[in-house]
Nanobody, 126 residues
Framework: VQLVESGGGSVQPGGSRTLSCVVS????????LAWFRQAPGKEREGVAT????????YYDDSVKGRFTIAHDNATNTLYLRMNSLKPEDTAMYYC?????????????????????WGQGTQVTVS
């Protein structure tokens, strides 16, 4: 499984940005997809998770109401729409995936144990 993120850049506080992650590979498509971020000097944290099989989603409290995770089945692309951005949202954002299902997907996100990772895309809010 390969994950390639794009869409990062600089944005002013209060602005919006959409990140994309193309999921590809020869194995079965992973259904557990998530966005993580890591700010300088901080641990990596899960931002949003979607289980494609059941369309269930999860958001960290820090982004709830501002970020939206979505998946396009036709192109197997994961998105993260970020609105009302704050300076504290500045971080390297990573796309992650696994073949886990349902509650295992969410638990793996919370434990940061997903198997497949992209290279990351930088988002700077200032």
């Amino acid at each position: 499984v390969q994950l390639v993120e794009s869409g990062g850049g600089s944005v002013q506080p209060g602005g919006s940005r959409t990140l994309s992650c193309v999921v590809s590979g020869n194995s079965a498509n992973p259904r557990c997809l998530a966005w993580f971020r890591q700010a300088p000097g901080k641990e990596r944290e899960g931002v949003a998770t979607i289980y494609v099989g059941g369309r269930s989603v999860y958001y960290d409290d820090s982004v709830k109401g501002r970020f939206t995770i979505a998946h396009d089945n036709a192109t197997n692309t994961l998105y993260l729409r970020m609105n009302s951005l704050k300076p504290e949202d500045t971080a390297m954002y990573y796309c992650a995936a696994d073949h886990l299902g349902g509650s295992d997907c969410l638990l793996a996100t919370m434990d940061d144990t997903l198997n497949y990772w992209g290279q990351g895309t930088q988002v700077t809010v200032s």
